[in-house]
């Protein structure tokens, strides 16, 4: 992003803030940005003050260097091997249910969540993919849910995710099969929304940003909220829900100033 200040790292992660754009940065590009233990929990410390931050429409996810995330860190995985075995499984089960607390607060934030992808999105990073509301992928971009390689069964919310985005069918032969397919066969299937040429990645997301940014707060807002909510609720609770925002966005300011840009034949001036 550009003219970004305030930036702050902590264990991996950076965060950037330009206005009312969030970016984080997932920052070991050395290792690919495989997720160890200090990451996580800065993945979620971050994910949980974003999530407050009321001044903030959106959050954009990205990785340092030439790839997003190629998951877990393996060497973290590999120094709990000599733990005995009921020990090991309480340890990791501890580890990914503290993690998921981040993927709950990318889900359920108001603001807006682009994911800017390039290179390896792999194990947990093609989970993060699944947990944003936009993703953009650079045409160098590759995916495979690789837990099947090392006896894992999937996390970060992949197995609830994926199926909502891609269909159940799909998402079996992503997990069963785990192979590896492209940016163009991820935008085929709806994992991301479009495919960039990697030159053109930060300047298409940065768009995207802007333009939500610049929206009309409430309503962009409450879009996000029903649509993930609409999964578990019957037609007669969403069509409740819809007409409560409806409401709600109508006795706002933007809503005043939508009208009168349009009938003054105007771009609207949103302003939250």
Not at 160 to 178: D, Q, T
Not at 253 to 260: K, M, N, S, V
Request: hydrophobic share 45%; charged share 20%; glycine share 8%.
């Amino acid at each position: 992003m550009s003219d970004q200040s305030n930036a702050a790292g902590e264990e991996g992660i950076v965060l950037s803030l330009d206005g009312a754009v969030a970016t984080l940065t997932l920052n070991r590009p050395a290792a690919l940005n495989v997720l160890d233990l200090g990451m996580m929990e800065a993945l979620v410390t971050h994910a949980s003050a974003l999530a407050a931050d009321a001044s903030l429409r959106v959050v954009v996810l990205r990785g340092a260097g030439k790839h997003f995330m190629a998951g877990g860190d393996l060497r973290t995985f590999a120094a709990r091997l000599d733990v005995e075995p009921l020990q090991r499984q309480r340890e990791f089960q501890r580890i990914v249910e503290r993690l998921h607390a981040a993927i709950e607060h990318l889900q359920r934030m108001p603001h807006a969540v682009i994911g800017a992808v390039q290179g390896a999105v792999a194990g947990f990073g093609l989970s993060l993919v699944g947990a944003c509301d936009l993703v953009v992928a650079a045409d160098n971009a590759y995916f495979s849910s690789a837990y099947r390689q090392i006896g894992l069964s999937p996390d970060g919310g992949g197995t609830w995710s994926l199926p909502r985005i891609v269909g159940v069918r799909k998402a079996l032969e992503l997990y069963l099969l785990s192979e590896r397919f492209d940016a163009r066969e991820a935008q085929r299937i709806g994992l991301v929304n479009r495919v960039v040429h990697a030159a053109a990645l930060d300047s298409t997301v940065n768009e995207w940003a802007q333009s939500i940014a610049t929206g009309p707060a409430v309503a962009l807002r409450n879009a996000k909220r029903l649509l993930r909510e609409s999964l578990d609720r019957s037609l007669s609770q969403q069509l409740r829900a819809e007409s409560v925002s409806f409401g709600e966005c109508a006795a706002t300011r933007d809503f005043e100033e939508g009208l009168r840009a349009f009938f003054e034949r105007r771009p609207p001036r949103f302003g939250g």
